[in-house]
T-cell receptor
Framework: DGGITQSPKYLFRKEGQNVTLSCEQN?????MYWYRQDPGQGLRLIYY???????QKGDIAEGYSVSREKKESFPLTVTSAQKNPTAFYLC?????????????FGEGSRLTVL | GQQLNQSPQSMFIQEGEDVSMNCTSS?????WLWYKQDPGEGPVLLIA???AGELTSNGRLTAQFGITRKDSFLNISASIPSDVGIYFC???????????WGAGTKLIIKP
């Protein structure tokens, strides 16, 4: 079945460590996104990529990095520079065409810093 | 800047009740989207609205694109336990590639 796969679902990290969250899609979508979700808040955009080998910062990119070497993959690295990394991270891809915002989401990765 | 204000923040309802929630903005939107997020999962698109005044249904869900283009409403009829979750409104910001999100309405069904 087509969809978006995020891994790991749960991740624990010590302060000062970098961690990488995986996101893979087999929907043949060009655009992919990373969002951060904190309790009681809407989704905040970290990075997005409209096409392979290109990506743009979102509203809260500081302390995060991404790469887009393949259409199917858009990994997110949470670096030690991110001051408050404990959160739920969501990866999404965008269906093509002119219609706005019909995003498909993965099941999320919950990162906890110990 | 653009902001989406969702209300209510949370709702406690009895099974079988009808539910209404809304989303407002000081800016005009050309598209309104309603997503639902189950606990521990990613959001799923429920309804997309592309035209002012448009009324669209998806089963027991009905959403409307406000005529001023600054608001949208989502109604759920005869709620059932699987309706629990967080409902988000969203609209495109700057381009079709970016969305701005409301903070969500959390629906809880009283036992």
């Amino acid at each position: 079945d087509g969809g978006i796969t995020q891994s790991p679902k749960y991740l624990f990290r010590k302060e000062g460590q970098n961690v990488t969250l995986s996101c893979e899609q087999n929907l043949n979508h060009d655009a992919m996104y990373w969002y951060r979700q904190d309790p009681g808040q809407g989704l905040r955009l970290i990075y997005y990529s409209q096409i392979v080998n290109d990506f743009q910062k979102g509203d809260i990119a500081e302390g995060y990095s991404v790469s887009r070497e393949k259409k199917e993959s858009f990994p997110l690295t949470v670096t030690s520079a991110q001051k408050n990394p404990t959160a739920f991270y969501l990866c999404a891809s965008l269906a093509g065409g002119y219609r706005a915002g019909e995003l498909f989401f993965g099941e999320g990765s919950r990162l906890t810093v110990l | 800047g653009q902001q989406l204000n969702q209300s209510p923040q949370s709702m406690f309802i009895q099974e079988g009740e009808d539910v209404s929630m809304n989303c407002t903005s000081s800016s005009i939107f050309n598209t309104w989207l309603w997503y639902k997020q189950d606990p521990g999962e990613g959001p799923v698109l429920l309804i997309a609205l592309y035209k002012a005044g448009e009324l669209t249904s998806n089963g027991r869900l009905t959403a409307q694109f406000g005529i001023t283009r600054k608001d949208s409403f989502l109604n759920i009829s005869a709620s059932i336990p699987s309706d629990v979750g967080i409902y988000f409104c969203a609209g495109p910001r700057y381009s079709n590639y970016q969305l701005i999100w409301g903070a969500g309405t959390k629906l809880i069904i009283k036992p």
